[in-house]
């Protein structure tokens, strides 16, 4: 039977510093919540150092990391009793630029299925193909669910005009 090779301390901190904070914003787009979403980082790259994945190119890690800490952020929800609120002003704590702020708070309220695709698209600036291929979805479920999500961003968007 093969070992896996573990990975090393400085392999580790590479990832973190280089996608800390995109997996962040990831989790806490799905969890509404500073501490959670930290601990969903924490489980990530606690996940990549017990599994050892071996990966292709960067992209494929990269990937790899977003669908984990997904994954996790989803079952940290399934688990919560209570439905928490967001705080608006937490948004700028966690590196979104001011100017996506107002989009980012409205995707927050979406379903957890469309959180990920809209976060992805809007604020990170991914194309459909490679959402697609980071969440292992078909790309036309991709466009659905932007499709879907921008429908809900109007109805919250319209509601909001009104109050």
């Known amino acids: 039977m093969a070992q896996k090779k573990t990975k ?27 501490q959670d979403a930290e601990d969903a980082v924490q489980e990530t790259f606690l996940k990549y150092l017990t599994k050892s994945p071996e990966f292709n190119d960067e992209e494929h890690c990269k990937a790899w990391l977003i669908k984990v800490s997904a994954n996790i952020s ?12 967001v705080n608006i002003d937490d948004i700028e704590n966690i590196g979104i630029a001011q100017d996506d702020y107002e989009i980012f708070g409205l995707i927050m309220n979406l379903p957890a299925k469309y959180k990920v695709v809209m976060t992805l698209y809007y604020v990170e600036g991914y194309k459909c193909k490679e959402i697609a291929e980071i969440i292992d979805v078909n790309e036309d479920t991709v466009r659905k669910r ?10 919250e968007f319209e509601k909001e005009q009104l109050l």
């Open 8 to 34: 090393s301390e400085e392999e580790v901190t590479e990832l973190v510093n280089k996608y800390g904070s995109l997996i962040f914003r990831i989790s806490y787009c799905i969890l509404c919540n500073v």
């Open 146 to 155: 932007l499709q879907k999500g921008r429908e809900l961003l109007k109805k």
């Open 74 to 85: 989803k079952n940290m929800l399934m688990f919560r009793l209570r439905r928490e609120t």
